[in-house]
């Protein structure tokens, strides 16, 4: 397994819930829909913030780029903490369309950032951290 399997994985697990969320919100079913939606805001910053506090900073002191692709998808969070930010108020205010429509916006966001992660960011930092112990603190953050 590498240092990065554990976020793969938790980018499907949250895939999964935000589909549940906008089932759910879609259908005016705000009761589910609300559980759906905290679920994923809540795995969204666990996935952020082990990515932000272990990950990140691991890849940056083993390669000395600090302004990098780690910095590009610091700015990603920062845009989708926003869109979680408007999601919330409309499932506060029952306002599907609203939801919706940020959903639609953070959807195409996640996936373009998934992506890259997936893709690029990634792969440099099993190449970078090799047999790093962030591995096993992903995987205790993660569970």
Same mark, same amino acid.
């Given at each position: 397994? #590498?240092? @990065?399997?554990?976020?793969?994985?938790?980018?499907?697990?949250?895939?999964?819930?935000?589909?549940?969320? /906008?089932?759910?919100? *879609?259908?005016?079913?705000?009761?589910?829909?609300?559980?759906?939606?905290?679920?994923?805001?809540?795995?969204? /910053? @666990?996935?952020?913030?082990?990515?932000?506090?272990?990950?990140?900073?691991?890849? /940056?002191?083993?390669? *000395?780029?600090? +302004?990098?692709? @780690?910095?590009?998808?610091?700015?990603?969070?920062?845009?989708?903490?926003?869109?979680?930010?408007?999601?919330?108020?409309?499932?506060? +205010?029952?306002? =599907?369309?609203?939801?919706?429509?940020?959903?639609?916006?953070?959807?195409?966001?996640?996936?373009?950032?998934?992506?890259? /992660?997936?893709?690029?960011?990634?792969?440099?930092?099993?190449?970078?951290? =090799? @047999? #790093?112990?962030?591995?096993?603190?992903?995987?205790?953050?993660?569970?």
């Amino acid at each position: 397994m #590498s240092i @990065t399997t554990p976020l793969f994985q938790h980018h499907k697990h949250c895939d999964e819930i935000f589909a549940d969320a /906008e089932e759910a919100c *879609g259908k005016g079913d705000w009761a589910a829909g609300a559980a759906a939606f905290e679920l994923l805001h809540e795995q969204l /910053e @666990t996935h952020f913030a082990s990515e932000e506090e272990l990950l990140f900073p691991a890849f /940056e002191a083993a390669t *000395g780029m600090t +302004s990098g692709p @780690t910095e590009v998808m610091r700015g990603e969070h920062r845009q989708m903490r926003d869109l979680l930010a408007q999601m919330q108020g409309a499932v506060e +205010s029952r306002d =599907g369309d609203a939801f919706g429509g940020a959903a639609e916006t953070l959807l195409i966001l996640m996936q373009q950032h998934n992506m890259k /992660e997936e893709n690029i960011l990634y792969p440099m930092c099993d190449n970078a951290l =090799g @047999t #790093s112990d962030v591995g096993a603190s992903l995987v205790e953050r993660l569970k």
